[in-house]
């Protein structure tokens, strides 16, 4: 396991403003802690909208990545819960039926979801609830025992893989939001994905989006990239990139919010 890597802490909850009152503010895990994330900003999160995050982010890690955290044994707050088996399609003479297949004889899936750009960088911003022209891939790779299958005495076997793109997209948009804050300040920007987040705003889609094209799969287990700079319509915005597993994994871009020439040059001059 890699090691933890903090920035300085926040001191107010990076989602609310508030102070977190008498139970005061929890760290911030950038990349959520069940998907592999080690990445922490300390008291960065009251209790109130670390429920939500948490939902969304439980829901995400669950139903998107479930089978494949299980099987690649990414870590888990809960290790003493983890499943021994998981469900597959089987087919008996005639006959289907659920079977529970040991870890080590499961296909493991890992969706992939292809979004447009986001909606604020088209030509004619227009806020959308839902997923417009997002296409969905699942990658899957064999059993690492495939004895497993042929012990069962099934002719065939089957997976099926679900999809949660709103928790998903939340859960992107509180990554970029998190890294930013983390990596600039909370004052080096105008920031916009708070409501998208909470869930007050549900057009997701105008600020969470993909990249067109495939890049090449890296090392890590997540990529991570923040940007700050001017764009065609002559605004200055900050962006963050993510690749979540970048084993190949699509490229998606989430717009953090808003900034200044003048905070974009200090902040260059003070790195050189």
């Keep these: 396991m890699s090691a933890i890597s903090t920035y300085a802490p926040v001191g107010h909850c990076i989602y609310c403003g508030s102070d977190g009152g008498e139970q005061g503010l929890g760290d911030e895990h950038i990349v959520p802690f069940s998907l592999g994330g080690m990445l922490v900003l300390p008291k960065a999160s009251c209790r109130a909208c670390e429920a939500i995050t948490s939902a969304f982010e439980g829901r995400c890690a669950r139903i998107m990545y479930g089978s494949f955290r299980i099987r690649e044994k990414v870590q888990t707050r809960r290790p003493k819960e983890r499943p021994t088996t998981l469900p597959m399609g089987a087919?008996?003479?005639?006959?289907?039926?659920?079977?529970?297949?040991?870890?080590?004889?499961?296909?493991?899936?890992?969706?992939?979801?292809?979004?447009?750009?986001?909606?604020?960088?088209?030509?004619?911003?227009?806020?959308?609830?839902?997923?417009?022209?997002?296409?969905?891939?699942?990658?899957?790779?064999?059993?690492?025992?495939?004895?497993?299958?042929?012990?069962?005495?099934?002719?065939?076997?089957?997976?099926?893989?679900?999809?949660?793109?709103d928790s998903l997209a939340r859960t992107l948009a509180k990554i970029a939001h998190a890294l930013c804050i983390g990596e600039f300040g909370s004052s080096f920007f105008e920031p916009w994905l708070p409501p998208y987040i909470l869930g007050t705003d549900r057009a997701l889609?105008?600020?969470?989006?993909?990249?067109?094209?495939?890049?090449?799969?890296?090392?890590?287990?997540?990529?991570?990239?923040?940007?700050?700079?001017?764009?065609?319509?002559?605004?200055?915005?900050?962006?963050?990139?993510?690749?979540?597993?970048?084993?190949g994994g699509p490229h998606t871009t989430v717009i953090v919010g808003r900034t200044t020439e003048e905070l974009v040059r200090s902040r260059l001059a003070e790195n050189r």
């Design 91 to 165: 087919t008996f003479g005639d006959k289907a039926e659920v079977y529970m297949m040991p870890i080590e004889g499961v296909i493991a899936t890992l969706p992939w979801v292809h979004f447009l750009p986001p909606g604020y960088l088209s030509e004619h911003p227009d806020k959308e609830i839902g997923w417009t022209g997002a296409t969905l891939e699942v990658r899957t790779d064999a059993p690492r025992k495939r004895s497993l299958w042929d012990k069962s005495n099934a002719s065939a076997f089957s997976v099926s893989q679900q999809f949660d793109l």
């Design 205 to 247: 889609s105008y600020l969470v989006g993909g990249v067109p094209g495939s890049l090449e799969p890296v090392s890590e287990l997540h990529q991570l990239r923040y940007n700050a700079g001017q764009v065609a319509n002559g605004e200055w915005l900050v962006s963050a990139d993510i690749r979540l597993f970048a084993q």
